[in-house]
């Protein structure tokens, strides 16, 4: 039995069988590059879902986690420790004026933003919360009742009321679902799991101009596209407007659990003592793996990395459309890529972990290529070139 299979018995036995997995143990990891329990190397271009944004074990993440564990690991939220605040100055300093929750994860993020938005809209009798077709917002009965893929929710009901749902950048179906119950507007500014699909300006423009005439809040779940990912701090800045809310996860700790959820103006404190908590959240190992994750983008110039990496990975993916006739479309923003294809993806997934580079597929037919900010130009050659080869593999280049 090699290593990796007797890894995978106690899976097998003992681990909820709730997750489709590349039979690869993972047991290292360092910048873009992670390497098997086999000692093999792959190029990670989906570094843990995003969660490792600024590439694996960044030494700045590493020494935090190191000094904060040798003081104290957990404050609970009775009290207060003193990285918290600092973290939350450094979110607002980052985005827009307002102030911080803090979680563990996606999904309760978004979660404390549904209860905001409710709690908020409570004495109006606004309880409504609008969400696009396929969209993506975690796994809570909350968070897969907002999430509007109905192969997230089946034979989890009944779901909790209050979610309608719209087309994603039609402006008119979002406007069509407005109602004087209408408490909140929430969308990922680009669709991750939905396929990397990125918000018009118009959409985005005109939900922040509907927002504001029937006051409505706007949240964006920027999960996935915040923290530098699409070549701006957060997605929003791209469009020269700002939600009321955002949730954050992910790249936010550098590899480390944490959640936030970011509130503006007189929303920021409506949630008083007792109406909302968590008990590890803002815990100072989070927040001291975040601040040094804030802090290698920032003295990286990694936003900027980004924007310019990104372009030179999205020209390099167009270029496979020359060579593969099943190759649709590239589209994205920044180092958040996706390659639409005619055919079904997994193959292609499959191909590419074998030679390795680790990409991810989504709605069957999605590439998602989303390499660690710290990526270069070099490591997004040789992925585009095993790439192609894993094409070949699979279809007839013209
Ligand atoms: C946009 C978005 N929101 C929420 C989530 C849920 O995050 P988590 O898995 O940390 O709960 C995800 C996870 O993929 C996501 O992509």
Redesign the pocket.
């Known amino acids: 039995m090699t290593h990796t299979e007797e890894v995978i018995r106690l899976y097998y036995e003992f681990v909820m069988p709730n997750y489709s997995r590349v039979p690869v143990v993972l047991v290292r990891g360092k910048g873009v590059n992670v390497y098997d329990i086999e000692g093999k190397e792959f190029l990670d271009f989906f570094p843990g879902?995003?969660v490792s944004g600024i590439g694996h074990c960044h030494p700045k993440v590493v020494r935090a986690i190191k000094d904060q564990a040798g003081r104290i690991i957990h404050v609970s939220n009775n009290y207060y420790n003193e990285l918290q605040g600092k973290l939350a100055s450094k979110i607002i300093g980052h985005s827009f004026a307002g102030k911080v929750f803090f979680c563990n994860?996606?999904?309760?993020?978004?979660e404390a933003a549904i209860k905001l938005a409710r709690k908020s809209g409570y004495a109006s009798g606004k309880y409504e919360i609008i969400t696009m077709e396929g969209?993506?917002?975690?796994?809570?009965l909350a968070?897969i009742t907002a999430t509007a893929q109905p192969k997230y929710q089946e034979g989890f009901g009944p779901l909790p009321g209050g979610f309608i749902y719209a087309k994603f950048n039609d402006l008119q179906s979002v406007l069509s679902k407005v109602t004087d119950k209408t408490a909140a507007i929430m969308l990922?500014p680009i669709?991750?799991?939905g396929g990397v699909n990125v918000g018009s300006e118009g959409f985005i423009t005109g939900l922040r101009k509907i927002c504001d005439e029937k006051k409505i809040l706007l949240i964006f779940?920027?999960?996935?596209?915040g923290m530098g990912r699409t070549g701006k701090m957060f997605c929003y800045q791209h469009y020269g407007i700002a939600p009321d809310i955002m949730?954050l996860?992910?790249t936010l700790g550098g590899g480390f659990?944490i959640?936030a959820m970011v509130a503006s103006g007189a929303i920021a404190d409506v949630l008083q003592p007792g109406m909302h908590a968590s008990t590890f959240g803002g815990g100072p190992l989070a927040c001291a793996a975040s601040l040094a994750t804030f802090e290698a983008i920032e003295e990286g110039g990694l936003v900027e990395k980004a924007e310019r990496r990104g372009r030179y990975l999205h020209n390099r993916l167009s270029l496979l459309k020359k060579d593969f006739p099943f190759v649709k479309l590239v589209r994205g923003k920044g180092l958040m890529q996706a390659v639409e294809l005619d055919i079904e993806g997994k193959a292609i997934v499959g191909k590419c972990a074998e030679n390795g580079l680790l990409i991810n597929c989504t709605q069957e037919r999605v590439l998602r290529v989303m390499p660690p900010l710290t990526v270069k130009n070099a490591d997004i050659n040789k992925a585009v070139g095993i790439i192609a080869e894993a094409m070949k593999g699979v279809g007839v280049a013209s």
Do not use: L, M, Y
């Not at 969209?135 to 809570?140: A, L, V, Y």
């Open positions: 879902w995003a994860s996606g999904a309760e993020a978004n969209s993506f917002h975690g796994r809570t968070t990922e669709q991750g799991e779940d920027e999960v996935q596209t949730t996860a992910k659990p959640g």
